[in-house]
């Protein structure tokens, strides 16, 4: 018996280890689409420490860890976090703060809605986003008469959706000095008959919001966390936020520092002089949230407010091609001194004028094969004989899928055939380099990645129009479009050894859906919800 109870001990010493926690969460009974080279799926995986540790089969992972929480997906399909390879962040965040202007159906619902939410918030300017006049039974550009009678003291500002125009009242261009016959390089103060109509497009924009007082603390502060808790109810863990000021750098470093922002973001800095000086002295700025290496510049304007740059005249409007924002010395110079510090560049580029003159003027600098990932932001209108840019000097093409079924309604009459051909070309551009990352550009679009896979593969809209796709020979396939959204846009943010895919080493950032996006029928794919999202292994969104 004496020497039966040190085998007994023992024994229970030996028991009590092999229950030790080894890892913190093991997700296992699910259909997990890990976007490795291979493209394979497994049913589990374990991590540990915010890091996958290991992939594969369930039965055998249970045998060598044992984890603190167990997921039984039941059959779920999982994938790697969505990224937004490019969006307006902390900008949709701010704007859950002023009027909601998406979907108004006509300029007198745009007053509508403007005047209930002046009700509410009595004081101060008056800001609101997303009206498009072509959304409209009148297509015209709106004027400010209506609006001056409604708030003849109180400014106000309507940005258009796309951010490339806005409407303001007479008391916004008086507080701003804007006078008729005003003009402004790269920009355009609408005027009928002499007098002012309110509209102002692109540059011209920036002359009254330099007036608007900024946000506060606790303002920027809501606006992230606003953000953030929308975006990972959709599935997204990582978002490039495009042109952003540096002193937002710090706000966001010090918030995920302090644990209340999570989200990982991709920040590219704003073209402006004081963001050059700050990151050129300290260099690029990387922690495990946050990734600053990249500069966005603009190009031109949008299409949809015809400050899109082309190469001949607008279909529906004569003797006008829009125009560059800065002049071609400009990103001469800015391109020159981005390659000379090495960071990368992005530029916003919609016409096919605009994307020729970055196009060359990258290829001027990058000389044929590199791995620098300069990217040509939305590359909406590229003339065929300047496609072979893209190939030649790995330019990459960073798209947004749901512009494509948003514009397809107007963008014919705006470019005619056959240059709408040359229009929304994903699968042309994919093939130039055999890879592309896709984004939503929200708040220009709807934030959910999972219309972007949708409009990417099925080419229709919400409301599944056209019947047959809009120029299909440009869809992507399901495991083309969801590389896009997963380890392509990782790669675009030079990130793809740390997420993007759901392998060993990296980030444990994973959805967790009620259906398989790679199996379900076309038209049931905007009807696709998130069950679940995790950063670092940690559940951030749970659908209620």
């Known amino acids: 018996m004496k020497k039966l109870l040190p085998l007994l001990l023992i024994a229970a010493i030996t028991s009590c280890k092999q229950k030790e926690y080894n890892a913190d969460l093991l997700v296992k009974n699910g259909l997990v689409y890990t976007v490795n080279d291979k493209f394979t799926t497994a049913d589990a ?34 994938y790697p976090g969505f990224i937004d390879a490019h969006a307006h962040f902390y900008n949709y965040g701010l704007n859950l703060q002023t009027a909601n202007l998406v979907g108004t159906q006509s300029w007198e619902a745009v007053l509508d809605t403007v005047n209930s939410f002046a009700t509410r918030n009595a004081d101060g300017w008056i800001v609101g986003r997303g009206w498009d006049q072509n959304d409209w039974k009148v297509k015209n550009f709106p004027e400010k008469t209506l609006l001056d009678s409604l708030f003849p003291l109180r400014p106000v500002i309507l940005t258009r959706i796309d951010g490339h125009a806005a409407i303001v009242n007479q008391a916004a261009l008086n507080i701003a000095g804007v006078k008729p016959g005003q003009t402004i390089v790269g920009g355009k ?23 608007i007082p900024s946000p506060t603390e606790q303002m920027t502060q809501d606006a992230l966390l606003g953000a953030q808790n929308n975006c990972f109810a959709v599935g997204l863990t990582t978002v490039d936020d495009c042109g952003l000021d540096y002193q937002m750098v710090n706000t966001i470093d010090q918030l995920q520092r302090k644990g209340s922002l999570k989200m990982r973001i991709y920040a590219m800095l704003s073209d402006r002089p004081e963001n050059y000086d700050y990151l050129f002295k300290r260099g690029a ?16 304007g949008a299409l949809g407010s015809r400050g899109a740059c082309l190469l001949k005249d607008y279909a529906d409007s004569a003797k006008w091609r829009g125009f560059l924002l800065s002049d071609r010395k400009h990103f001469e110079e800015v391109a020159q001194n981005i390659y000379d510090k090495g960071f990368q560049m992005c530029t916003h580029a919609i016409g096919d004028s605009a994307n020729r003159a970055i196009l060359q003027i990258y290829a001027n600098l990058l000389k044929g094969k590199n791995d620098r990932r300069w990217r040509i932001e939305h590359a909406q209108i590229v003339s065929p ?60 679009e709807n934030i959910n990645p999972l ?18 796709g809009f120029q299909m020979e440009n869809a992507l396939s399901r495991v083309e ?6 380890i392509w846009a990782a790669k675009s943010n030079f990130e793809e050894a740390e997420k993007g895919s759901i392998e060993v080493g990296k980030y444990a950032d994973f959805v967790i ?32």
């Open 45 to 78: 995986f374990v991590v540990n420490a915010g890091k996958i540790v290991a992939v594969g089969k369930a039965d055998s992972l249970e045998d060598i860890y044992h984890a603190k929480t167990v997921i039984d997906a039941q059959g779920k399909p999982v």
């Open 189 to 211: 103060i609408e005027m009928i008959n002499g007098k002012l109509t309110g509209i102002l497009v692109d540059n011209a924009v920036g002359i009254v919001t330099r007036k």
């Open 285 to 300: 700025f990387k922690s495990p949230g946050l990734n600053v290496r990249a500069f966005k510049v603009y190009a031109d």
């Open 385 to 444: 004989d300047d496609v072979k840019y893209f190939a030649d000097n790995n330019i990459v093409p960073s798209v947004q899928p749901t512009h494509a079924t948003s514009d397809m309604v107007w963008a014919l009459k705006r470019l005619g055939d056959p240059r709408i051909k040359t229009a929304y070309a994903y699968k042309d551009l994919m093939n130039t380099n055999g890879w592309i990352p896709l984004g939503t550009d929200f708040p220009v």
């Open 451 to 468: 219309y972007t896979f949708y409009a990417a593969v099925v080419r229709k809209d919400l409301e599944g129009r056209p019947a047959n």
């Open 481 to 486: 479009a969801l590389k896009g959204m997963t």
């Open 513 to 544: 859906l009620d259906q398989d996006i790679m199996k379900v029928k076309g038209g049931e794919l905007p009807n696709v919800k998130v069950l679940s999202t995790y950063v670092n292994g940690e559940k951030v969104y749970e659908k209620k």
